[in-house]
């Protein structure tokens, strides 16, 4: 296997591990499942429906990635978008007295420099001249 595709497929494995960890525990705290929203704390319900949405989306872009398609960049700047969105939502909640971590900042600010970083990683594997 030739150096891009080893790159490639780490790229893929990567994004595809965060999804699932994403999506296992987004849905733990929205279900409740093994006591994990207990020890959430203070959790902002919008945020976490924001973060299962985005480990679907990461899944099918990995999917995407993976078959060379085009859309997968599309879809993950389409993702970090929208994960702006939900930041300055966050913001707002935060300044209108809603109650929230403090952890919950750090985290969307990592989700999102994450997803730019791999759109930006995606593009460049997928349109790289061969």
């Not at 790229?11 to 965060?18: D, E, K, M, S, Y």
């Not at 879809?75 to 007295?97: D, E, P």
Request: no cysteine; glycine share 6%; aromatic share 20%.
């Amino acid at each position: 296997m030739d150096k891009n595709k080893t790159f490639k497929y780490i790229i893929a494995i990567v994004l595809i591990a965060f999804a699932l960890l994403t999506v296992f525990m987004s849905s733990s705290v929205l279900f409740d499942w093994f006591g994990i929203r207990a020890k959430e704390g203070n959790y902002v319900p919008f945020i976490v429906k924001t973060n299962l949405t985005m480990g679907i989306i990461y899944l099918i872009v990995a999917y995407g990635f993976i078959k060379s398609k085009k859309w997968a960049f599309w879809l993950m700047l389409s993702a970090a978008l929208f994960l702006f969105f939900a930041f300055a939502g966050f913001y707002i909640h935060i300044h209108t007295g809603g109650l929230y971590e403090n952890q919950t900042i750090g985290a969307m600010t990592f989700r999102i420099l994450f997803t730019l970083l791999f759109a930006g990683l995606i593009y460049i594997t997928t349109n790289k001249k061969t």
